[in-house]
């Protein structure tokens, strides 16, 4: 399942799934915008988990769930937890960071 947020609610979404994988980007930001159709591939391919991206700079609540300090981030939840985070334009090093909590 794919989703851009439209409000600052990722902690909400974090707390009702158990797994969560995170994109944060920015509209200036031309590597979030190159990784974003690679995001949305692997969401394809892993339709029971909730793949959301944020607007870091939009929504700053959901920005300090995972300390977000560079763009893009990638971070991943479990049970209401940051599980690992990274910050990479390589849909290779996404791929990793998923298979952790799939």
């Not at 944060?24 to 909730?50: D, H, T, V």
């Not at 959301?52 to 479990?78: G, W, Y």
């Amino acid at each position: 399942m794919f989703q851009e947020l439209d409000q600052d609610n990722l902690a909400e979404i974090v707390a009702n799934n158990e797994t969560v994988v995170v994109q944060y980007a920015a509209s200036w930001c031309g590597n979030c915008r190159i990784m974003k159709p690679k995001f949305k591939m692997l969401a394809s391919q892993n339709e029971s988990i909730p793949f959301v991206i944020v607007d870091a700079e939009q929504f700053p609540n959901s920005r300090q769930l995972a300390k977000v300090d560079n763009l893009p981030t990638f971070a991943t939840f479990k049970n209401g937890a940051l599980v690992n985070q990274t910050q990479t334009n390589k849909a290779e090093v996404l791929a990793e960071l998923i298979q952790e909590v799939v």
